[in-house]
């Protein structure tokens, strides 16, 4: 008897810390100034620091990265801070102007000297 009560009270706190886990989230955010390989590196590297992203990957020739986060660590407005805080724009948030200084030409903006903007090789229209 005093198993199988047991047994019912470990599944029941089971079930219990299974209900209060927050989903995880995947964003789409656009970083139009990475633009290499190097850009990639940086973003990821920092990003990885922080609790509660899963997984990124950024696609410097889309100009966007996508991160998978749980969000009851962290929120997409953090994360869009962080790459803007490595000197990156981040959909709706600027670079940070310290930070933007500090990257290599090849991850400026255009008008700053930096790469343009990577073409489609696709079929017009795509």
């Known amino acids: 008897m005093k198993i199988l009560l047991?047994?019912?009270?470990?599944?029941?706190?089971?079930?219990?810390?299974?209900?209060?886990v927050k989903p995880a989230l995947t964003a789409k955010i656009k970083t139009p100034n990475a633009r290499c390989e190097e850009c990639k590196t940086?973003?990821?590297?920092?990003?990885?620091?922080?609790?509660?992203?899963?997984?990124?990957?950024?696609?410097?020739?889309?100009?966007?990265?996508?991160?998978?986060?749980?969000?009851?660590?962290?929120?997409i407005e953090e994360i869009k801070t962080a790459i803007a805080n490595v000197g990156f724009d981040?959909?709706?948030?600027?670079?940070?102007?310290?930070?933007?200084?500090?990257?290599?030409?090849?991850?400026?903006?255009?008008?700053?000297?930096g790469l343009p903007p990577v073409k489609s090789s696709g079929p017009a229209g795509k």
């Open 6 to 20: 047991a047994s019912v009270v470990i599944t029941l706190f089971s079930l219990n810390s299974l209900a209060q």
């Open 42 to 75: 940086k973003i990821e590297t920092y990003l990885k620091r922080y609790d509660g992203i899963i997984s990124i990957n950024v696609n410097f020739r889309k100009g966007e990265t996508t991160v998978k986060y749980v969000t009851d660590r962290i929120n």
């Open 90 to 113: 981040a959909d709706d948030v600027p670079a940070n102007p310290d930070f933007y200084k500090l990257l290599p030409k090849c991850c400026k903006k255009p008008e700053d000297g």
